[in-house]
């Protein structure tokens, strides 16, 4: 994190950032919401003198928290005013096919000055989040992302229900997103694009305010386009209850430490036990640095005196029901190239290039040997099949792989079911689920240079 320092004196916003989305129009069944894509300005610290060209949703930063209730249907009503295509992806939802927001695979792209009307039933409830999948390297990272809650009829009780959604930005000394680095192949080869500057929802070092003795319900998202975000809590009273969205056996993170690979999700509940009028520290470990990226404010008040104890497990998902057979269909999944990988060659669009036309190209990630978007899927398999994509990760790079429309067991976490699982390098591990929703569906690297360059690929249910 260079520069910090530099930047301190442009921190706290506290006026922008994320803002409730209340529906636009509204019948008693159906909940609507207008989402405008646009170019414009962002002030990320109040005394920026410069504010920051951005690519946002609805002039946010990041978009607007969308709320939806969990099985009913809900609209979000598109707008693109950028001067590019543009289309949204709903990380973790398993909605229709058709609206999932894949340009060219799920949809045609949403040109400049045309919308798009996104029908929304997700059956399961929890923290997800929506972003743009059409050159996402680029306007992932100028700012088209935001948190999508998908509400409990019956959550547990807190006192607070908090978003926390951080970013990491490479801005320059004037503030400006530093846009010639777009399409670095030393960042498409190596992690990605990381920032230099963080933020969390929106904000530089935002302050939660608290009282001891409540209970919070805090969801962290790591909306980067690259950086695995390994943050370190200094409360006592965690408990982890979610995972990309879904309930999970509550445990308590060793050392306070949880680790988010881009476009993971986790819920927790904590029991504020610090004293009244005390600050507790949220911070970010690169290396062996710890940076503090935020704040627990206590007041001067407590809540209560003795710390709540109903049950803090979450409602059941559809998702997290799922039971998954012994037997699948096993589809192996080689992950290969990047800096220092030794990849020699690949297939790119039908035909066998070596890695100096695949650099030319930038094209410098494999899957199976295949570099890009194939024109054939990776598998095609009837309704309900259950498949087990059996990874090795055979280069020298972590990779958050994310697949579309379904949530699935990493075998190293059974009983954990997620959309989005890391992959540390040399690492071998399967993703294990069942193909239930019909349809043409991604599967690719969430670090989402890894994914422009090359690491991705897709699969058919009939
Ligand atoms: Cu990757």
């Not at 079911?417 to 540390?424: G, N």
């Not at 689920?433 to 249910?461: Q, R, S, Y």
């Amino acid at each position: 994190m260079p520069n910090r320092r530099q930047f301190i004196k442009a921190s706290v916003a506290g006026l922008l950032g994320a803002s409730l989305f209340r529906p636009t129009r509204g019948h008693a069944n159906l909940t609507s919401f207008e989402l405008s894509a646009s170019n414009g300005q962002f002030m990320f610290g109040d005394d920026q003198e410069n504010a920051t060209q951005v690519m946002f949703y609805n002039q946010s930063i990041p978009g607007p928290v969308i709320r939806i209730p969990q099985g009913r249907e809900s609209i979000v009503q598109l707008r693109n005013s950028l001067d590019e295509p543009t289309s949204v992806h709903w990380h973790g939802l398993r909605i229709d096919n058709a609206m999932d927001g894949v340009p060219d695979l799920t949809q045609p792209p949403v040109m400049p000055g045309q919308q798009f009307e996104y029908h929304l039933t997700p059956p399961d409830a929890g923290t997800y989040w929506y972003h743009s999948h059409m050159r996402s390297w680029a306007q992932l990272a100028l700012g088209l992302a935001g948190v999508l809650i998908v509400e409990e009829a019956n959550p547990p009780r807190v006192d607070q229900d908090l978003v926390f959604a951080i970013d990491d930005w490479r801005l320059d000394r004037e503030m400006q997103m530093d846009t010639e680095s777009f399409g670095s192949m030393h960042d498409w080869s190596h992690g990605g694009r990381l920032g230099n500057f963080i933020t969390i929802n929106g904000e530089t070092e935002p302050s939660f305010e608290v009282a001891s003795g409540e209970r919070v319900r805090l969801r962290l998202l790591n909306i980067a386009n690259a950086r695995i975000m390994n943050l370190l809590f200094n409360e006592s009273g965690i408990s982890v209850v979610a995972i990309d969205g879904q309930p999970v056996e509550a445990f308590t993170p060793e050392d306070g430490r949880i680790v988010l690979a881009p476009g993971q999700r986790a819920d927790l509940i904590i029991d504020m036990t610090a004293d009244p009028g005390t600050r507790s520290a949220i911070e970010l470990v690169i290396g062996e640095y710890a940076y503090e990226v935020a704040g627990f404010d206590y007041s001067q008040q407590a809540r209560r005196a003795q710390l709540l104890d109903t049950p803090i497990r979450l409602p059941d998902n559809p998702a997290n029901k799922i039971v998954l057979p012994t037997e699948f269909k096993r589809v192996p999944l080689l992950m290969q190239g990047g800096a220092m990988g030794g990849m020699r060659g690949a297939i790119f669009e039908g035909r066998e290039l070596d890695i100096r036309e695949l650099v030319q190209r930038q094209k410098v990630w494999a899957l199976n040997g295949i570099v890009g978007m194939p024109a054939e899927p990776l598998f095609s398999v009837r309704r309900g099949t259950a498949v087990s994509l059996d990874v090795h990760n055979d280069n020298n790079w972590p990779h958050a792989m994310h697949i579309h429309g379904h949530h699935f067991i990493h075998d190293r976490n059974p009983g954990w079911w997620r959309d989005t699982t890391l992959f540390q390098r040399g690492e071998r591990g399967a993703m294990q689920f069942v193909a239930d929703n019909p349809g043409k569906w991604l599967i690719h690297c969430h670090m989402v240079e890894h994914m422009a360059g090359g690491m991705l690929t897709w699969f058919e249910v009939t």
